[in-house]
Nanobody, 114 residues
Framework: VQLVESGGGLVQPGGSLRLSCAASGFTFSSYKMSWYRQAPGKERELVAA????????NYADSVKGRFTISRDNAKNTVYLQMNSLKPEDTAVYLC????????WGQGTQVTVSS
């Protein structure tokens, strides 16, 4: 089982990034997929989640209207489009797959700074 995140980096406030998480080794389309983030000294928090066939999504209040989660089951990939980024969005962003099992990626660093 692998979850490989990509797309992180350094961006100025107000900028955008698109994160990707490529999955392998399990039946991707059956799993609820989520993005979490963890900033230094803070607990891991749920950012956004999407059900197995994308029929339902939910977001943390802090990112509603700015972030969009989506998935492509044909490509076994989940995305997080992040717009209007703020310094407080700085964190390691982790991909999670959950059904009966619970899988995590290694994370990708997002830094929002001028």
């Amino acid at each position: 089982v692998q979850l490989v995140e990509s797309g992180g980096g350094l961006v100025q406030p107000g900028g955008s990034l698109r994160l990707s998480c490529a999955a392998s080794g399990f039946t991707f389309s059956s799993y609820k997929m989520s993005w979490y983030r963890q900033a230094p000294g803070k607990e891991r928090e749920l950012v956004a989640a999407i059900t197995s066939f994308g029929g339902s999504t939910n977001y943390a209040d802090s990112v509603k209207g700015r972030f969009t989660i989506s998935r492509d089951n044909a490509k076994n990939t989940v995305y997080l489009q992040m717009n209007s980024l703020k310094p407080e969005d700085t964190a390691v962003y982790l991909c999670n797959a959950r059904l009966i099992n619970n899988y995590w990626g290694q994370g990708t660093q997002v830094t929002v700074s001028s």
